[in-house]
Nanobody, 121 residues
Framework: QVQLVESGGGLVQAGESLRLSCAAS????????MGWYRQAPGRQRDLVAT???????NYADSVKGRFTISRDNAKNTVDLQMNSLNVEDTAVYYC???????????????WGQGTPVTVSS
């Protein structure tokens, strides 16, 4: 069974940094795209950043220049370095993996359970 487990969330003050990590476990041969999404209270889940296996990246406009996504293909992990955090970044952050080739077949998308990030002013 494939699982994504996030870590690194917490409470910080505006202007500070956090690093989120996500590890995929299970019989995984490869993952095409890994990414981070976030959902603030009362709002829909929005894309934050994605990175392909070839390390092509895509960022939401609101985080460009502040957040950096990276991955380790061998370990099936993806990190999100978040700098210059502001109160609008407060949300539950979800790790995602798309097009996972596993021992059980191809999985289109898997989500992590989410990790909360709270930024105080």
């Amino acid at each position: 069974q494939v699982q994504l487990v996030e870590s690194g969330g917490g409470l910080v003050q505006a202007g500070e940094s956090l690093r989120l990590s996500c590890a995929a476990s299970g019989s995984i041969f490869s993952i095409y795209t890994m990414g981070w999404y976030r959902q603030a209270p009362g709002r829909q889940r929005d894309l934050v950043a994605t990175i392909t296996r070839g390390r092509n990246t895509n960022y939401a406009d609101s985080v460009k220049g502040r957040f950096t996504i990276s991955r380790d293909n061998a370990k099936n992990t993806v990190d999100l370095q978040m700098n210059s955090l502001n109160v609008e970044d407060t949300a539950v952050y979800y790790c995602s993996a798309d097009q996972l080739l596993t021992a059980g077949g191809l999985l289109p998308k898997v989500w992590g359970q989410g990790t909360p990030v709270t930024v105080s002013s």
